[in-house]
């Protein structure tokens, strides 16, 4: 399998922490919840312009305001505290770029998720790391453990 196979396939495993995540907003109720389409690039050549800005798109009754979730599902395994001191959110490009109001990063069963909010920001930190599957550096924002939640989904 090459890397752009792996690469589809991680994708679409991620696609269903975000249904996980969504249908948590949604039983919180007073909220409308869209998820945002999922778009596979065709190769990695066209992979311009097919990111989105969130994956989960939420609005509270009442307001007119869609804050925009980002979902990351991650291969660790954890329920009532996160196994790190920080957790890793995303690329710092593309968070910039996205500007999400909240991260979950979800487990690997899909029961539990760190909820990490944008208000924390000021907060996060930049580590450089190696992604080792792929062969190139990267770097990321990070976020104090201290500063987010544990919720069940």
Known sequence: MDE?????????KQWAAVFRVAQYLHSKG??????????IRPSFEQRNGYGDDADI???????????????????????????????FLDRIDKSDAAEPD??????????????????????????TTMDTKKGYE???????????KIVVL
């Open 4 to 12: 752009e196979q792996r690469f589809r396939e991680a994708v679409v």
């Open 30 to 39: 007073n909220c409308l919840v869209q998820v945002n389409p999922l778009r």
């Open 57 to 87: 798109l939420l609005q509270m009754v009442d307001s007119v305001r869609w804050w925009k979730i980002e979902v990351k599902w991650k291969q660790l395994e954890f329920i009532d505290q996160y196994p790190f001191p920080t957790v």
């Open 102 to 127: 909240g991260y979950y990063i979800v487990n690997q069963a899909m029961s539990h998720a760190v909820q990490v909010m944008a208000r924390t920001r000021p907060s996060w930190t930049t580590v």
């Open 138 to 148: 990267f770097s990321c924002y990070q976020c104090p453990v201290a500063l987010t």
